[in-house]
């Protein structure tokens, strides 16, 4: 007897498939505003502390000069870099450009590399 319910999908199963760039750079679009909208509690104290006075300024400034908070740092402005281009296209699309497969595929993986290249000088400039 043939068993026909459907079978869960689990991540090594996922990691099988031949994702297209359009889902690759949606599902990162995706997690970069996620990565933005956890980091607000911290950017809200970041601000509050650095306004309240000039023994709350220095603290910020002592707890960001770290390293593991440069790291943070990295991966919040990586976040808002990735977050925004992609929010670009998205806006191009709106318009009706980039939404046929071929000019899609050309303009998601371009905005992957465009993203990249600012990361890394990101990354080169805060360190």
């Known amino acids: 007897m043939s068993d026909s319910r459907p ?10 498939y031949k994702f ?8 990162l679009h995706r997690i970069s505003g996620v990565i933005l909208f956890l980091m ?6 970041v601000f509050d502390k650095t306004l309240a006075s000039q ?3 220095n603290a910020v400034h002592a707890v960001l000069s770290g390293g593991v908070a440069r790291f943070f740092l990295w991966v919040f402005f990586s976040a808002l ?3 925004f281009i992609a929010g670009l296209k998205h806006l191009f699309m709106d318009l009706g450009y ?7 595929k050309m303009s998601s993986t371009l905005v992957m590399l465009v993203s990249l290249v600012l990361i ?3 990354g080169v400039w805060l360190w």
């Open 20 to 27: 297209p760039p359009m889902a690759i750079a949606s599902i």
């Open 7 to 16: 079978t869960n999908i689990g991540f090594g199963t996922l990691m099988k």
């Open 120 to 122: 890394v000088l990101l």
């Open 98 to 104: 980039f939404e046929e497969k071929c000019s899609g």
């Open 81 to 83: 870099v990735y977050h």
């Open 55 to 57: 023994q709350g300024f």
């Open 40 to 45: 607000i509690p911290f950017l809200l104290w």
